[in-house]
């Protein structure tokens, strides 16, 4: 069935390191791809998203590209920021009928200053 | 413009008790979901509904019984509180189709003591 693996974490980094959270996932056809954040106490919101192979989703700095090839969808920033410190959730939706939303474990990202 | 609301925001039950965890979204979604998540860990999906009077299992539906009357509410019942079920409940809805972004609670914090 559909799937969508994250990479273990947490992850520790210092204000304006790189970031890279690794998402692969397992789907017939081809999904559309999501990372969600929750910040502390508070529910899931929309990050991104891409639609199709290819496409870049991008916001607050943030970026992930659907690769077919490798069947993932990474989570990059440039330089993250003490308020980037949050759950990140990677997710798919299958294209079949019943359009079915999957969610990774998610990535725990606590930056210090 | 409300989104997805939840009640309570806490509640504390004692073992056996039993309980509605309310869930209203005024965005005419078809689909609703109901996930747990326990300390440190990723969403598990216990129930979902692609439309008012459909309604299926999730990953851990055991303990649990929802309903589906309406297109907004989306009601969580716990009939016997047990301990392993001490966790933060969050509900989600989102349009019908592959693309479309879930929009999530603030999540009902439930201890069983």
């Known amino acids: 069935g559909d799937s969508v693996t994250q990479m273990e974490g947490p992850v520790t980094l210092s204000e304006e390191a790189f970031l890279t959270i690794n998402c692969t996932y397992t789907a017939t056809g081809y999904p559309s791809l999501f990372w969600y954040v929750q910040y502390p106490g508070e529910g899931l919101q929309l990050l991104l998203k891409?639609?199709?192979?290819?496409d870049k989703g991008s916001n607050k700095g943030f970026e992930a590209t659907y690769r077919k090839e490798t069947t993932s969808f990474h989570l990059e920033k440039g330089s993250v920021q003490v308020s980037d410190s949050a759950v990140y959730f990677c997710?798919?939706?299958?294209?079949?009928?019943?359009?079915?939303?999957?969610f990774g474990t998610g990535t725990r990202l606590t930056v210090i200053p | 413009n409300a989104g997805v609301t939840q009640t309570p925001k806490f509640r504390i039950l004692k073992i056996g008790q039993s309980m509605t965890l309310q869930c209203t979204q005024d965005m005419n979604h078809n689909y609703m979901y109901w996930y747990r998540q326990d300390p440190g860990m990723g969403l598990k999906l216990i129930y979902y509904s692609v439309g008012a009077g459909i309604t299926d299992k999730g990953e851990v539906p055991n303990g649990y019984n929802v309903s589906r009357s309406t297109t907004e509410d989306f009601p969580l019942r716990l009939e016997l509180a047990a301990p392993s079920q001490t966790s933060v409940y969050f509900c989600?809805?989102?349009?019908?189709?592959?693309?479309?972004?879930?929009?999530f609670g603030q999540g009902t914090r439930l201890t069983v003591v």
């Open positions: 891409a639609t199709k192979a290819d």
């Open positions: 989600a809805s989102r349009d019908r189709g592959p693309n479309t972004e879930a929009f």
């Open positions: 997710a798919l939706i299958d294209q079949t009928g019943a359009n079915n939303l999957f």
